[in-house]
T-cell receptor
Framework: GENVEQHPSTLSVQEGDSAVIKCTYSDSASNYFPWYKQELGKRPQLIIDIRSNVGEKKDQRIAVTLNKTAKHFSLHITETQPEDSAVYFC???????????FGTGTSLTVIP | NAGVTQTPKFQVLKTGQSMTLQCAQDMNHNSMYWYRQDPGMGLRLIYYSASEGTTDKGEVPNGYNVSRLNKREFSLRLESAAPSQTSVYFCASNELGYRDEQFFGPGTRLTVL
Protein backbone atom coordinates (compact mmCIF):
# COMPACT_ATOMS: atom_id res chain seq x y z
CA GLY A 1 0.00 0.00 0.00
CA GLU A 2 0.86 3.67 0.01
CA ASN A 3 3.27 5.18 2.57
CA VAL A 4 3.08 8.91 3.24
CA GLU A 5 5.78 10.59 5.28
CA GLN A 6 5.41 14.13 6.59
CA HIS A 7 8.02 16.55 7.95
CA PRO A 8 8.54 18.34 10.23
CA SER A 9 6.39 17.04 13.06
CA THR A 10 6.47 20.43 14.78
CA LEU A 11 7.10 23.89 13.38
CA SER A 12 7.22 27.28 15.06
CA VAL A 13 7.32 30.50 13.07
CA GLN A 14 7.02 34.18 13.83
CA GLU A 15 3.86 35.89 12.72
CA GLY A 16 4.30 37.14 9.17
CA ASP A 17 6.92 34.55 8.24
CA SER A 18 6.34 31.66 5.85
CA ALA A 19 5.83 28.02 6.79
CA VAL A 20 6.59 25.01 4.63
CA ILE A 21 5.49 21.43 5.31
CA LYS A 22 6.71 18.56 3.13
CA CYS A 23 5.31 15.14 2.34
CA THR A 24 6.59 12.21 0.32
CA TYR A 25 4.60 9.28 -1.02
CA SER A 26 5.55 5.88 -2.34
CA ASP A 27 2.77 4.80 -4.73
CA SER A 28 3.31 6.24 -8.21
CA ALA A 29 -0.38 5.59 -8.95
CA SER A 30 -1.49 8.14 -6.34
CA ASN A 31 -2.90 11.16 -8.09
CA TYR A 32 -4.89 13.15 -5.54
CA PHE A 33 -3.16 15.02 -2.71
CA PRO A 34 -5.29 16.93 -0.18
CA TRP A 35 -4.13 18.96 2.81
CA TYR A 36 -6.23 19.14 5.96
CA LYS A 37 -6.10 21.56 8.89
CA GLN A 38 -7.18 20.38 12.31
CA GLU A 39 -7.61 22.84 15.15
CA LEU A 40 -7.41 21.57 18.70
CA GLY A 41 -10.42 19.40 19.53
CA LYS A 42 -11.98 19.91 16.11
CA ARG A 43 -12.45 17.83 12.99
CA PRO A 44 -9.98 17.89 10.05
CA GLN A 45 -11.03 20.28 7.29
CA LEU A 46 -9.74 20.50 3.75
CA ILE A 47 -7.73 23.63 3.02
CA ILE A 48 -6.32 22.87 -0.42
CA ASP A 49 -5.81 19.92 -2.73
CA ILE A 50 -3.92 19.16 -5.92
CA ARG A 51 -4.18 16.53 -8.62
CA SER A 52 -1.28 14.95 -10.43
CA ASN A 53 -1.92 16.77 -13.69
CA VAL A 54 -1.06 20.08 -11.99
CA GLY A 55 2.29 21.18 -10.57
CA GLU A 56 1.14 24.02 -8.34
CA LYS A 57 -2.07 25.42 -6.93
CA LYS A 58 -2.60 28.58 -4.94
CA ASP A 59 -5.41 29.94 -2.81
CA GLN A 60 -4.66 33.31 -1.24
CA ARG A 61 -1.90 32.71 1.34
CA ILE A 62 -1.82 28.95 0.84
CA ALA A 63 -0.12 27.08 -2.00
CA VAL A 64 0.68 23.47 -2.74
CA THR A 65 3.38 22.19 -5.07
CA LEU A 66 3.72 18.68 -6.47
CA ASN A 67 6.76 16.95 -7.93
CA LYS A 68 5.54 13.67 -9.40
CA THR A 69 9.00 12.51 -10.43
CA ALA A 70 10.37 12.84 -6.93
CA LYS A 71 7.04 11.81 -5.37
CA HIS A 72 6.79 14.72 -3.00
CA PHE A 73 4.41 17.59 -2.39
CA SER A 74 4.57 20.59 -0.11
CA LEU A 75 2.27 23.06 1.61
CA HIS A 76 3.35 26.68 1.71
CA ILE A 77 1.69 29.23 3.98
CA THR A 78 2.81 32.83 3.55
CA GLU A 79 2.29 35.80 5.89
CA THR A 80 1.38 33.46 8.73
CA GLN A 81 -1.14 34.58 11.34
CA PRO A 82 -1.87 33.24 14.84
CA GLU A 83 -5.08 31.63 13.54
CA ASP A 84 -2.94 29.44 11.27
CA SER A 85 -1.78 27.60 14.41
CA ALA A 86 -3.12 24.03 14.07
CA VAL A 87 -2.10 20.53 13.04
CA TYR A 88 -1.79 20.04 9.28
CA PHE A 89 -2.10 16.66 7.58
CA CYS A 90 -1.19 15.69 4.06
CA UNK A 91 -2.76 12.72 2.33
CA UNK A 92 -2.49 10.75 -0.89
CA UNK A 93 -4.94 8.59 -2.78
CA UNK A 94 -5.79 7.21 -6.17
CA UNK A 95 -8.73 9.13 -7.58
CA UNK A 96 -10.39 5.86 -8.58
CA UNK A 97 -9.93 4.29 -5.16
CA UNK A 98 -11.27 4.87 -1.70
CA UNK A 99 -8.13 4.51 0.37
CA UNK A 100 -6.71 7.77 1.63
CA UNK A 101 -3.32 7.57 3.31
CA PHE A 102 -2.49 10.34 5.75
CA GLY A 103 0.81 11.69 6.97
CA THR A 104 1.47 11.83 10.70
CA GLY A 105 0.78 15.56 10.94
CA THR A 106 2.68 18.79 11.56
CA SER A 107 1.87 20.93 14.57
CA LEU A 108 2.31 24.54 13.45
CA THR A 109 2.60 27.31 16.03
CA VAL A 110 2.57 30.92 14.88
CA ILE A 111 4.13 33.17 17.51
CA PRO A 112 2.60 36.68 17.67
CA ASN B 1 -27.62 20.71 6.28
CA ALA B 2 -25.76 19.08 9.18
CA GLY B 3 -22.99 17.44 7.07
CA VAL B 4 -21.51 14.44 8.91
CA THR B 5 -22.74 13.71 12.43
CA GLN B 6 -21.44 11.19 14.96
CA THR B 7 -22.71 9.82 18.25
CA PRO B 8 -21.66 9.64 20.97
CA LYS B 9 -19.11 12.46 21.46
CA PHE B 10 -17.43 10.72 24.40
CA GLN B 11 -17.49 7.17 25.71
CA VAL B 12 -15.70 5.25 28.45
CA LEU B 13 -15.73 1.46 28.28
CA LYS B 14 -14.28 -1.32 30.36
CA THR B 15 -12.14 -3.96 28.69
CA GLY B 16 -14.36 -6.57 27.07
CA GLN B 17 -17.43 -4.35 26.71
CA SER B 18 -18.99 -3.75 23.33
CA MET B 19 -20.37 -0.63 21.70
CA THR B 20 -21.41 0.83 18.38
CA LEU B 21 -20.38 4.23 17.07
CA GLN B 22 -22.95 5.83 14.82
CA CYS B 23 -22.34 8.04 11.80
CA ALA B 24 -24.75 9.73 9.41
CA GLN B 25 -24.33 12.13 6.48
CA ASP B 26 -26.91 14.20 4.67
CA MET B 27 -24.84 15.10 1.59
CA ASN B 28 -25.99 12.12 -0.49
CA HIS B 29 -22.42 10.82 -0.69
CA ASN B 30 -21.80 7.29 -1.87
CA SER B 31 -18.58 6.70 0.07
CA MET B 32 -18.15 6.64 3.84
CA TYR B 33 -15.13 5.96 6.04
CA TRP B 34 -14.06 5.25 9.61
CA TYR B 35 -10.68 6.48 10.85
CA ARG B 36 -8.91 6.39 14.16
CA GLN B 37 -6.58 9.15 15.26
CA ASP B 38 -3.80 8.49 17.74
CA PRO B 39 -1.11 10.95 18.89
CA GLY B 40 1.79 11.07 16.45
CA MET B 41 0.16 8.62 14.04
CA GLY B 42 -2.17 10.73 11.98
CA LEU B 43 -5.43 9.31 10.68
CA ARG B 44 -5.57 5.61 9.92
CA LEU B 45 -8.35 4.02 7.92
CA ILE B 46 -10.25 1.27 9.71
CA TYR B 47 -12.99 0.42 7.20
CA TYR B 48 -14.66 2.10 4.29
CA SER B 49 -17.81 1.70 2.24
CA ALA B 50 -17.57 2.68 -1.41
CA SER B 51 -21.33 2.49 -1.84
CA GLU B 52 -24.43 1.25 -0.10
CA GLY B 53 -24.18 -2.49 0.42
CA THR B 54 -20.38 -2.73 0.25
CA THR B 55 -17.68 -2.51 2.91
CA ASP B 56 -13.91 -3.05 2.77
CA LYS B 57 -11.03 -3.22 5.20
CA GLY B 58 -8.60 -0.38 5.56
CA GLU B 59 -5.19 -0.30 7.23
CA VAL B 60 -6.24 -1.25 10.78
CA PRO B 61 -9.47 -3.33 10.72
CA ASN B 62 -8.68 -5.86 13.46
CA GLY B 63 -11.10 -5.70 16.38
CA TYR B 64 -13.76 -3.76 14.47
CA ASN B 65 -16.81 -4.47 12.36
CA VAL B 66 -18.91 -2.10 10.28
CA SER B 67 -22.38 -1.91 8.83
CA ARG B 68 -23.54 0.30 5.98
CA LEU B 69 -27.16 0.48 7.08
CA ASN B 70 -28.28 2.63 4.13
CA LYS B 71 -26.81 5.40 2.02
CA ARG B 72 -26.82 7.84 4.95
CA GLU B 73 -25.56 5.70 7.83
CA PHE B 74 -22.34 3.81 8.52
CA SER B 75 -21.73 2.31 11.96
CA LEU B 76 -18.57 0.99 13.61
CA ARG B 77 -18.79 -1.77 16.21
CA LEU B 78 -16.28 -2.84 18.82
CA GLU B 79 -17.29 -6.33 19.92
CA SER B 80 -14.82 -6.69 22.80
CA ALA B 81 -13.07 -3.43 23.55
CA ALA B 82 -9.37 -3.40 24.42
CA PRO B 83 -7.21 -0.59 25.89
CA SER B 84 -5.39 -0.41 22.52
CA GLN B 85 -8.64 0.85 21.01
CA THR B 86 -8.51 4.01 23.10
CA SER B 87 -8.52 6.69 20.43
CA VAL B 88 -10.48 9.42 18.72
CA TYR B 89 -12.68 8.01 15.97
CA PHE B 90 -13.70 10.05 12.94
CA CYS B 91 -16.29 9.23 10.35
CA ALA B 92 -16.00 10.82 6.91
CA SER B 93 -17.82 10.83 3.59
CA ASN B 94 -17.19 11.92 0.03
CA GLU B 95 -18.32 11.54 -3.53
CA LEU B 96 -15.48 10.03 -5.54
CA GLY B 97 -15.11 11.33 -9.04
CA TYR B 98 -16.95 14.53 -8.21
CA ARG B 99 -14.80 16.44 -5.74
CA ASP B 100 -13.06 13.70 -3.75
CA GLU B 101 -12.87 15.99 -0.72
CA GLN B 102 -13.61 14.06 2.45
CA PHE B 103 -15.95 15.69 4.96
CA PHE B 104 -15.33 14.66 8.53
CA GLY B 105 -17.65 14.30 11.49
CA PRO B 106 -16.86 15.89 14.88
CA GLY B 107 -15.28 12.73 16.26
CA THR B 108 -15.88 10.33 19.16
CA ARG B 109 -13.35 10.22 21.98
CA LEU B 110 -13.26 6.64 23.27
CA THR B 111 -11.42 5.50 26.37
CA VAL B 112 -11.11 1.80 27.20
CA LEU B 113 -10.06 1.07 30.77
Amino acid sequence: GENVEQHPSTLSVQEGDSAVIKCTYSDSASNYFPWYKQELGKRPQLIIDIRSNVGEKKDQRIAVTLNKTAKHFSLHITETQPEDSAVYFCAASRATGNQFYFGTGTSLTVIP
Amino acid sequence: NAGVTQTPKFQVLKTGQSMTLQCAQDMNHNSMYWYRQDPGMGLRLIYYSASEGTTDKGEVPNGYNVSRLNKREFSLRLESAAPSQTSVYFCASNELGYRDEQFFGPGTRLTVL
